[in-house]
């Protein structure tokens, strides 16, 4: 029962491979900086000509994923959370079945901090410093449970 269950659920989530796609632009001046905090995805980014920041992000269709967004002054910060009841409860068969992909266009002069577990990162002409941390998603769970307990 528990397997008819899991693969229905799993047809379900992999049938919808419709994509939802995001675009924000952010202008930047001086000294700008992105923080990227998100979970098994496909990470481009690249350099252009302008004083902004364009994030671009493909996500799987409904209400599986959020991508929740900040600025203070040169700082973006991006971060992907699961979307509502069903992301929650479909998470870890979500990052098997579908694909959350974000294309950046930055400063050249950007600094980038990546903050991922099991993403593919990708980052061309960037001149600005670059500090990127990945790890599983087991790893993380570890983390988080030991930080509840302590609070």
């Not at 001086?30 to 990470?43: D, K, S």
């Not at 992000?57 to 973006?76: H, N, S």
């Not at 050249?108 to 980052?123: F, K, N, P, Q, Y």
């Not at 790893?139 to 449970?145: D, E, G, P, Y």
Request: aromatic residues 8%; proline residues 4%; positive net charge.
């Amino acid at each position: 029962m528990k397997l008819k269950l899991f693969l229905a659920v799993l047809i379900i989530v992999s049938a919808s491979n419709a994509q939802d796609r995001l675009v924000k632009i952010f202008h930047v001046y001086q000294e700008p900086r992105l923080t990227m905090e998100v979970g098994p995805a496909r990470v481009v980014i690249e350099t252009h000509d302008s004083s902004s920041i364009i994030l671009e992000a493909e996500l799987p269709k409904g209400d599986l994923y959020t991508v929740k967004t900040a600025q203070d002054g040169d700082k973006i910060h991006v971060r992907l959370e699961p979307g509502g009841t069903l992301g929650w409860m479909l998470q870890p068969l979500t990052y098997l079945t579908q694909e959350v992909a974000f294309y950046v266009k930055v400063p050249a002069s950007c600094c980038i901090v990546l903050d991922t577990w099991g993403s593919r990162m990708e980052i061309r002409g960037v001149n600005g410093e670059i500090r990127a941390r990945s790890g599983s998603e087991v790893t993380r769970l570890i983390r988080s449970f030991f930080k509840l307990s302590q609070s």
